[in-house]
Every structure is written in structure tokens, then in C-alpha cells.
Nanobody, 120 residues
Framework: QVQLAESGGGLVQPGGSLRLSCVAS????????MGWYRQAQGKQRELVAK???????TYEDSVKGRFTIARDNAKKMVSLQMNSLKPEDTAVYYC??????????????WGQGTQVTVSS
């Protein structure tokens, strides 16, 4: 079983910055993808950014150039640096770890979520 512990959310003014961190613990495969999703009130959860074990990254269009995802495989940690924050970035942010399985779809693990509020 894998546990994900997030930290770093909070309240910030438009144009400000926040850094989210997520540490994984428990039994997991060496090769996995990690990422951040968010869910705004009344909306579906959406991918923000993800990073493979090898470091390849994918970003949602609205955060490109503002957010940066990084991981430290030795520390089993993924971070999300968020700059130039906008009110529309307000959401609960969830850390995700995705493990491949031999047969069937990959297995997803989720953190408990951390609130990010961008408001003046």
C-alpha cells in the first residue's frame, strides 16, 4: 500500500507563488509516474501536471509557463512550484502516484488534498 502526504497549500494573492510537496511512503514499484490534479468547487478533477520516473513532464495548457513539476526519486517526492497564480487556480490540489500493473489499467494512489486559494 502507498500513502501520499501533501503539504504547502494556503491563501495567496493573485500574482503570488506557492510550492506544493508530496512525499510517498509504503510499498511501491520503482518505476511510476507522479503528478498533481486539482478539483475546483463544482467541477471535475483535472490533471495539472505529471512527471514520469525518467523526468518527462506534461502540463495542462493553462498552467504552462507558470507551474513547474519536479521529482526526487531517492526521496520519493514530487513538488509543484506555482508562480503567477490566478484566482482560477483556486482548487483542492491532489497528489497522484500511478503504478503500472502486469495486467489491466494502472493503479492510482491519491493524497488527501491540499487547498489552494488565490484571492485578494
Amino acid at each position: 500500500q502507498v500513502q501520499l502526504a501533501e503539504s504547502g497549500g494556503g491563501l495567496v494573492q493573485p500574482g503570488g507563488s506557492l510550492r506544493l510537496s508530496c512525499v510517498a511512503s509504503g510499498s511501491m514499484l520503482r518505476i511510476n509516474d507522479m503528478g498533481w490534479y486539482r478539483q475546483a468547487q463544482g467541477k471535475q478533477r483535472e490533471l495539472v501536471a505529471k512527471i514520469t520516473w525518467g523526468g518527462s513532464t506534461t502540463y495542462e495548457d493553462s498552467v504552462k509557463g507558470r507551474f513547474t513539476i519536479a521529482r526526487d526519486n531517492a526521496k520519493k517526492m514530487v513538488s509543484l512550484q506555482m508562480n503567477s497564480l490566478k484566482p482560477e487556480d483556486t482548487a483542492v490540489y491532489y497528489c497522484n502516484l500511478r503504478e503500472p500493473v502486469a495486467v489491466g489499467p494502472p493503479r492510482d494512489y491519491w493524497g488527501q488534498g491540499t487547498q489552494v486559494t488565490v484571492s485578494s
